[in-house]
């Protein structure tokens, strides 16, 4: 399997959402950085939080050091990794369309008669953003569940309001009676 950049590439920072429309938009300003002190970074954990086999969700907390090898700045960045281009939906304001569930459709497929949330962990607090990993469940009308969705949402706090910026669906869990 040949996994690449996907353009739009999204990351998400403590300074808030970046989107790459497109490969020479995606970059780092070192000279910034070295104006600063900066001289080199570091990963210091690199953790895996969902995947499938199109798709990884995983956390980076780095390190920015100077020409001595001292800590000059930490980050964080969440980044989604696929294999399929184009697969990405993205609203750039609130006029974008959305995605929106039909219920009708999903009583007539899958006999659903509800959902609910299923596991909620927090990965990652900030006074301006939250990470989340949880799953969704599906039950039918005799509420035996059916299905299971991971995913991660991004919350984040733009103009003292907050917000659903980002989620990223894994494929989902299905279970047989």
């Known amino acids: 399997?040949?996994?690449?950049?996907?353009?739009?590439?999204?990351?998400?920072?403590?300074?808030?959402?970046?989107?790459?429309?497109?490969?020479?938009?995606?970059?780092?300003?070192?000279?910034?950085?070295?104006?600063?002190?900066?001289?080199?970074?570091?990963?210091?954990?690199?953790?895996?939080?969902?995947?499938?086999?199109?798709?990884?969700?995983?956390?980076?907390?780095?390190?920015?050091?100077?020409?001595?090898?001292?800590?000059?700045?930490?980050?964080?960045?969440?980044?989604?990794?696929?294999?399929?281009?184009?697969?990405?939906?993205?609203?750039?304001?609130?006029?974008?369309?959305?995605v929106s569930m039909n219920f009708d459709r999903l009583r007539e497929r899958e006999n659903w008669h509800s959902s609910g949330l299923g596991d909620f962990e927090i990965v990652n607090l900030s006074p301006n953003q939250v990470i989340v990993e949880l799953s969704f469940e599906r039950f039918d009308p005799d509420g035996v569940r059916y299905l299971t969705g991971p995913a991660v949402w991004v919350l984040c706090r733009r103009q003292d309001r907050w917000g659903i910026e980002f989620r990223s669906l894994m494929a989902p869990t299905r279970y047989t009676n």
Request: charged share 20%.
């Open 1 to 98: 399997m040949k996994w690449a950049v996907n353009y739009p590439q999204i990351s998400h920072t403590a300074c808030g959402l970046i989107v790459a429309k497109e490969p020479q938009q995606f970059h780092t300003d070192f000279d910034g950085l070295k104006r600063m002190g900066w001289a080199s970074s570091r990963f210091d954990t690199i953790t895996q939080r969902q995947a499938s086999d199109q798709k990884v969700n995983f956390e980076v907390e780095y390190s920015r050091l100077d020409a001595t090898g001292e800590v000059i700045g930490r980050g964080y960045v969440f980044y989604i990794v696929t294999d399929c281009a184009g697969q990405c939906i993205y609203a750039e304001d609130a006029a974008a369309p959305i």
